[in-house]
């Protein structure tokens, strides 16, 4: 599968795709495992089904050109945020302050920050941060040249600082499994509705759908999924949830994303997270890090970073594709040691996400469209 960068981070996406390894198991068989690739050069032990059911994998890229964010907040800044309710393993969510949501302009939804800084509930670096993370959303948000460009910013903005700023005073505590948070307050549809308007789809494509609408149909069977996949940016997963939306639904919302600590400590990034979970089809990102531009050469590669980093935000397009399954028992079968299978298994994923990858991004970034399609990646725009 391969998507663009999304919000939150910068960068111009030449690196290379990733690779998604999907499993699925029908009852009672002999257990057969086939994978695809999303993100590249790395070994990458997929997980194995416990039970006797077969396994397949597809091979998915998600390219990211700038890092970019999208989407638009899901229910009414009035009615969306509860006082009181479930946050979590049955939590109430504690009473806070609403000077977010009770803000009508941009003047004061600045000042409050500084007025929370005052009252000592926000710290300043993270009060910082957030002062920046609404200039460079403002800004990208109106580069879509949405005539309600102000009333979405507005309106998203105050319910992110409203989740960050409880987040702060009552900080959430991700278990080992997390269930996405739904009621009271729908941190899924929160995410979504934030990176939405930050996706040009007019210049988004997905590849290979009909494999989608297959894995959709066999985790409806009862089987599982696995993913292997490059990491652009915190926003990958809504990014891919939106270009599935108005296809796969099931896939989109049903994912499980494997996650770094980053992005269940930062602040600022927890309330997209907390919206995020599902299952019996799982999202990997092997390569431990996000993918970011080599300074020199304006490659994209996976590094580390801190918690509080900057993060940079564009309005643009994304792409997403999935590749044909890829069988481990066939490419073990014809090694003689299993080091060396696993080698071959990585070696596959990773050209297979590349070949995809390359496809998107002369769609996204090269502005070929529909017409960088080849008999491999059948791009289409589904949402039109």
Not at 35 to 57: H, M, Y
Not at 60 to 74: H, I, P, R, T, W
Not at 204 to 227: A, C, D, P, R, T
Not at 300 to 326: M, T
């Amino acid at each position: 599968m391969s998507t663009l960068p999304l919000p939150f981070f910068s960068g111009t996406s030449t690196r290379a795709p990733f690779s998604f390894s999907l499993k699925s198991s029908p009852p009672s068989a002999a257990s057969s495992s086939s994978s695809s690739s999303l993100v590249p050069f790395q070994r990458v032990e997929l997980f194995r089904s416990t039970s006797t059911r077969t396994t397949r994998s597809f091979s998915c890229v998600f390219y990211s050109l700038k890092a970019k964010a999208m989407a638009e907040l899901v229910q009414d800044k009035e009615s969306g945020v509860a006082a009181t309710g479930s946050s979590g393993g049955g939590r109430p969510e504690v009473e806070h302050s609403r000077t977010f949501l009770e803000a009508r302009s941009e003047q004061e939804l600045l000042s409050g920050i500084r007025k929370e800084v005052e009252a000592g509930r926000l710290p300043p670096n993270i009060a910082a941060g957030m002062e920046e993370l609404y200039q460079n959303y403002r800004n990208a948000v109106f580069q879509s040249g949405d005539p309600s460009a102000v009333e979405i910013v507005l309106s998203n903005m105050a319910v992110a600082f409203d989740r960050m700023l409880l987040d702060v005073e009552d900080p959430f505590v991700f278990e080992p499994y997390h269930k996405a948070l739904r009621e009271p307050f729908d941190y899924y549809m929160f995410g979504q509705n934030y990176i939405r308007p930050l996706t040009d789809f007019r210049n988004s494509y997905v590849g290979n759908l009909s494999l989608f609408y297959e894995i959709e149909e066999k985790l409806k069977q009862g089987h599982n999924v696995v993913l292997i996949s490059n990491h652009q940016t915190e926003a990958d997963p809504a990014i891919i949830t939106l270009l599935l939306e108005k296809t796969n639904p099931h896939v989109a919302e049903n994912m499980i994303y494997v996650a770094g600590d980053r992005v269940i400590t930062d602040p600022l990034c927890k309330p997209f997270s907390m919206g995020r979970g599902g299952s019996k089809i799982v999202w990997i990102a092997p390569s431990g890090g996000r993918d970011r531009p080599d300074p020199l050469t304006e490659e994209w590669y996976p590094v580390e970073k801190q918690i509080g980093e900057r993060r940079n935000i564009s309005f643009h397009g994304a792409g997403l594709s999935v590749a044909p399954k890829i069988s481990f028992q066939e490419i073990a079968a014809a090694c003689e040691k299993s080091e060396e299978a696993k080698d071959v298994y990585s070696q596959a994923l990773y050209k297979s996400v590349t070949k995809q990858y390359n496809v998107l991004k002369s769609a996204v970034h090269g502005k070929q469209g529909l017409e960088a399609s080849t008999a491999g990646v059948s791009l289409s725009q589904p949402w039109n």
